[in-house]
């Protein structure tokens, strides 16, 4: 098993940062790619950012130019920095960790919210 703390999130102006962290406890050598999704009031839960244990990246369109994830496998930790905030970025962030050997098992935090005034 896996476990996931996330921090970080809270109450910004628009056009501010945030930076989320989310630490992997467990059994940390079955993690493969991780990632961080929202969900907003009303809505679906959307992936955000991706990043492979090689540390290639992928991102919805957006937060492209915006956002930025990274990985420090020696702290087995997940960084989003967000830049240039806006209300639409509003919600409650979820860190996932995808097993290694199949993506079908997924591992979740407890989420965080981050809400953007305007």
């Known amino acids: 098993q896996v476990q996931l703390v996330e921090s970080g999130g809270g109450l910004v102006q628009a056009g501010g940062s945030l930076r989320l962290s989310c630490a992997a406890s467990?059994?940390?050598?079955?993690?493969?790619?991780m990632g961080w999704y929202r969900q907003a009031p009303g809505k679906q839960r959307e992936l955000v950012a991706t990043?492979?244990?090689?540390?290639?990246?992928d991102y919805t369109d957006s937060v492209k130019g915006r956002f930025t994830i990274s990985r420090d496998n020696a702290k087995n930790t997940v960084y989003l920095q967000m830049n240039s905030l806006k209300p639409e970025d509003t919600a409650v962030y979820y860190c996932?960790?995808?097993?290694?050997?199949?993506?079908?098992?997924?591992?979740w935090g407890q989420g965080t919210q981050v809400t953007v005034s305007s």
């Open positions: 990043i492979t244990s090689g540390g290639n990246t």
């Open positions: 996932n960790a995808k097993h290694r050997a199949t993506s079908l098992i997924n591992y």
């Open positions: 467990g059994n940390i050598f079955s993690i493969g790619t």
